[in-house]
Each structure stands twice: as structure tokens, then as C-alpha cells.
């Protein structure tokens, strides 16, 4: 299935995206997409019965927006160089262990959302990652398969990122990753049964139209069931959160001088293999 949740920032509501592309209303049968939802097979099951009755009825979508696809999120755990690509572009050795930090749930904002760049802002670069949304509680998981079955399902991320503030201005990296809308995500939630090997998903960005990421997932350092099963070790995963999963190479940061940092005005699209496209324009902050 594809989830998502649509309506004015903080006021969404719950739907549902048919195989045909109609938008399907779900406030009938469930509050929210939310990690309580995720966690409740019951639920999700209605959902489906619902879907296949041809009983949900039908949005307008027409000047509808998206917002995040997921409610309520606990936290946003992220990856740092997780492809190998990425890794050499910026000339850091390949990491022995995941690289784990985190970004604040209020970063998280609508896929075609606004995007703001912060004040004194001179090097905003952009990432488009893979997102894992957590659906049951894990914590000290042993294997790959254990890990998988934790996983409600994926969606697209924009990992916006602030480099000088990140890298430059002393401490970890949290100052240049929890500005504000550092974080679109979504357009859906599509479940995990419609992933089948998240291993083999082609991602793209562009910035006003030019390519700048061509990479797929085989890429990954760490691979999605190890990164799960990898965090469970040191935090507890929630049904609700994020793991966003690292970026191929392409970003701002990786290339000559004079590096093409993003500037109010600028358009970044991006999208992933069979889950949705995200367009943001930015402004000033």
C-alpha cells in the first residue's frame, strides 16, 4: 500500500493511494498514519479489506497538499556515508561501523514543502536518501531477518544539509543537519510487502532541472537490515521512526570549486525507484 497524509501542515488526515492513482480517504477507519497504526496489524488489514471492497472513498486531490506521511514521529536516526560513492567524493575513508546521528522530528516537513535556508547560510547542500519507517518495537535485534520484519515499509527523505555549520563550526554534525525543514519526506509511505529488496532502488535529485545524484541502493555500505539491526544495539526503535539511510555521491560538497551550494531560489526535485517524487523551492529563512 501507499500511505500518506494529506491537508494543511499540522491538520492532516489519513489516505490512501490506489493502484489506478485515485487518492482514497481513510479518516473513516483509522486517526492517523502514525507509528500506533504501523505497529497494529488489525488495522492495516481494515485498510486493505477496505481497499479491495472499493469502499474508500474518493479525494479531490486537486491543490490537496502532501504533508509528511508519517505522524507523530518519535525520532529521525540517519546514516552518514553510507555509499561508497559518497564516501570517496569526500574524501573520507570508508567507515568500519555505521556513522549514527540524529535529526529532530520538527525538521520533518511535506515532500513538496518549502525549504528554507538558513541565515548565514553559505553552503546548503542537498541529499536524497532512502528512509526506513520502523513498525514494530526493536531493540537488541540479532539478524538480518529480524530486522526486516521491523520495518513498516519506505519513502523517499531529503537529508538537507548545512556543510559549514556541519563540519566547520565545531562539534558533532547536528548544527548542519536540525535547521528547520531540513527534512521532506515522503509523498507515501509504501509498505514493506511492495519492496521486495530495498537493496536494488535507483535515486535521482536534481537542482533546477540539472542531474546532480544518479545512484542506486547496491551501493550501500551498510545495507537496510544491518543498519536496523546495527541501531537496535544502541537505541530502541519505536514503530513511527525514521532511519534515513545515507546518500549516493553527487552532492554539493563533492564537487569543484566553486562548489554549487544551494541559494533561495533554487528547485531541487528528487525521487526513488517506485517510491514518489519530491519537488522543493527554496527560500530565504
Same mark, same amino acid.
Given at each position: 500500500?501507499?500511505?500518506?497524509?494529506?491537508?494543511?501542515?499540522?491538520?492532516?488526515?489519513?489516505?490512501?493511494?490506489?493502484?489506478?492513482?485515485?487518492?482514497?480517504?481513510?479518516?473513516a477507519?483509522?486517526?492517523?498514519?502514525?507509528g500506533?497504526?504501523?505497529?497494529?496489524?488489525?488495522?492495516?488489514?481494515?485498510i486493505?479489506?477496505?481497499?479491495?471492497?472499493?469502499?474508500?472513498?474518493?479525494?479531490?486531490?486537486?491543490?490537496?497538499?502532501?504533508?509528511p506521511?508519517?505522524?507523530?514521529?518519535?525520532?529521525?536516526?540517519?546514516?552518514?556515508?553510507?555509499? *561508497?560513492? *559518497?564516501?570517496?567524493?569526500?574524501?573520507?575513508a570508508?567507515?568500519a561501523?555505521? +556513522?549514527?546521528?540524529l535529526?529532530?522530528?520538527?525538521?520533518? +516537513?511535506?515532500?513538496?514543502?518549502? %525549504?528554507?535556508?538558513?541565515?548565514?547560510?553559505?553552503?546548503?547542500?542537498?541529499?536524497? $536518501?532512502?528512509?526506513?519507517?520502523?513498525g514494530?518495537?526493536?531493540?537488541?535485534?540479532?539478524?538480518?531477518?529480524?530486522?526486516?520484519?521491523?520495518?513498516?515499509?519506505?519513502?523517499?527523505? *531529503?537529508?538537507?544539509?548545512?556543510? $559549514?555549520?556541519?563540519?566547520?563550526?565545531?562539534?558533532?554534525?547536528?548544527k548542519?543537519?536540525?535547521?528547520?525543514?531540513f527534512?521532506?519526506?515522503?509523498?507515501?509511505? %509504501?509498505?514493506?510487502?511492495?519492496?521486495p529488496?530495498?537493496?536494488?532502488?535507483?535515486?535521482?535529485?536534481? +537542482?533546477?532541472?540539472?542531474?546532480?545524484?544518479?545512484?542506486?541502493?547496491s551501493?550501500?555500505?551498510?545495507?537496510?537490515?544491518e %543498519?536496523?539491526?546495527?541501531?537496535?544495539?544502541?537505541?530502541t526503535? *519505536?514503530?513511527?521512526?525514521?532511519?534515513?539511510?545515507?546518500?549516493?555521491?553527487?552532492?554539493?560538497?563533492?564537487?569543484?570549486?566553486?562548489?554549487?551550494?544551494?541559494?533561495?531560489?533554487? %528547485?531541487v526535485?528528487?525521487?526513488?525507484e517506485?517510491?514518489?517524487?519530491?519537488?522543493?523551492?527554496?527560500?530565504?529563512?
Amino acid at each position: 500500500m501507499k500511505l500518506l497524509r494529506v491537508g494543511p501542515a499540522g491538520a492532516e488526515r489519513p489516505a490512501l493511494l490506489d493502484q489506478d492513482g485515485t487518492l482514497r480517504d481513510l479518516s473513516a477507519l483509522v486517526d492517523d498514519v502514525d507509528g500506533g497504526l504501523l505497529a497494529d496489524a488489525s488495522a492495516l488489514d481494515r485498510i486493505r479489506a477496505a481497499l479491495a471492497a472499493g469502499v474508500l472513498p474518493a479525494l479531490d486531490a486537486t491543490g490537496l497538499r502532501i504533508g509528511p506521511p508519517v505522524g507523530r514521529i518519535g525520532k529521525v536516526v540517519c546514516i552518514g556515508l553510507n555509499y *561508497h560513492g *559518497h564516501a570517496a567524493e569526500t574524501g573520507a575513508a570508508t567507515p568500519a561501523e555505521p +556513522v549514527v546521528f540524529l535529526k529532530a522530528p520538527d525538521t520533518v +516537513v511535506g515532500p513538496d514543502d518549502t %525549504v528554507l535556508v538558513p541565515r548565514r547560510s553559505t553552503k546548503t547542500d542537498w541529499e536524497v $536518501e532512502l528512509a526506513i519507517v520502523i513498525g514494530r518495537t526493536a531493540r537488541y535485534l540479532e539478524s538480518d531477518e529480524q530486522a526486516l520484519a521491523h520495518i513498516a515499509g519506505y519513502a523517499v527523505a *531529503h537529508d538537507v544539509s548545512e556543510r $559549514e555549520f556541519q563540519i566547520e563550526r565545531g562539534g558533532t554534525w547536528d548544527k548542519g543537519k536540525n535547521c528547520e525543514t531540513f527534512n521532506p519526506l515522503g509523498p507515501w509511505l %509504501v509498505t514493506a510487502d511492495e519492496v521486495p529488496d530495498p537493496q536494488v532502488l535507483s535515486l535521482k535529485l536534481w +537542482v533546477n532541472g540539472e542531474l546532480k545524484q544518479d545512484g542506486n541502493t547496491s551501493d550501500q555500505i551498510f545495507p537496510v537490515a544491518e %543498519v536496523v539491526r546495527y541501531v537496535s544495539q544502541f537505541m530502541t526503535l *519505536h514503530p513511527g521512526d525514521i532511519i534515513n539511510t545515507g546518500t549516493p555521491a553527487g552532492v554539493a560538497m563533492g564537487q569543484p570549486e566553486p562548489k554549487p551550494y544551494l541559494r533561495a531560489g533554487d %528547485v531541487v526535485e528528487l525521487e526513488i525507484e517506485g517510491l514518489g517524487r519530491q519537488r522543493q523551492a527554496l527560500k530565504d529563512a
